[in-house]
């Protein structure tokens, strides 16, 4: 079974004031760097969306399967169409679509999800505390249909004509967007910032479990207040 995750970043992110996958998420990594290392980690093929400062994300990322969308200004599900066309194409079963600025989900609750989608569901999304989150995982029929649906802007509104099964995951980064500059510096204690150049991260890795442990205790924390967002 191939399964291919699909991450979002191509927008504008207006709010944060940098490229949502440019942005320092733990160890030095950003946070596309970080997402691609935990699909990875779960068995998943990866590819990223991108399109507002798609060379910069390249040159950033040059180890990450990157598709540009030329129309990311359009919309949001203009990116989620540009994504399953490549995963499809590239013969993906099952097709993960999740967001860039949801970097904290962890590979074991991905594994965990991938488990429960067997082979005969159409679909599944996991949830924390009632919450729907994010990734959502996608059978390659669902995916085809998916990409067919019109008149949407966002993929959250297409996500609700769909025949997902909720999932209950003690995952809070299924739910928790680090998409604005106070979610950032109450995770991290500090504004947003971009991520070094990848001959730098090594360096910085050193700091990482020092890192995650502040920033696992916040989650915890910021999940109480964005389970709706």
Not at 140 to 167: D, K, V
Not at 190 to 200: G, T
Request: with cysteine; hydrophobic share 40%.
């Amino acid at each position: 079974m191939k399964v291919i995750a699909v991450i979002l970043a191509a927008g504008e992110a207006r709010r944060i004031n940098h490229s949502k996958a440019l942005i320092e998420h733990e160890g030095g990594k950003s946070f596309l760097q970080s997402l691609a290392s935990t699909f990875g980690k779960a068995g998943c093929s990866v590819l990223a969306v991108v399109g507002k400062d798609a060379e910069a994300v390249r040159e950033q990322h040059p180890a990450v399967h990157l598709v540009e969308n030329t129309r990311w200004a359009d919309s949001q599900f203009s990116s989620v169409k540009a994504g399953l066309d490549a995963a499809l194409e590239e013969g993906a079963d099952v097709v993960l679509l999740h967001p860039v600025d949801m970097p904290a989900v962890r590979a074991t609750t991905l594994k965990s999800l991938l488990k429960a989608l067997g082979e005969s569901t159409e679909g599944l999304r996991p949830e924390f505390e009632g919450a729907p989150g994010y990734p959502l995982l996608l059978s390659r029929a669902t995916a085809e249909r998916l990409r067919e649906t019109a008149g949407e802007a966002q993929l959250e509104g297409a996500a609700r004509g769909l025949q997902l099964r909720r999932i209950p995951v003690k995952d809070p980064g299924v739910i928790v967007n680090i998409n604005t500059p106070e979610t950032y510096e109450r995770l991290f204690g500090s504004e947003p910032k971009l991520a070094p150049p990848p001959k730098r991260r090594g360096k910085k890795a050193e700091t990482a479990t020092t890192q995650e442990d502040t920033a696992a205790t916040s989650l915890n924390t910021a999940s109480e207040g964005l389970q709706g967002t």
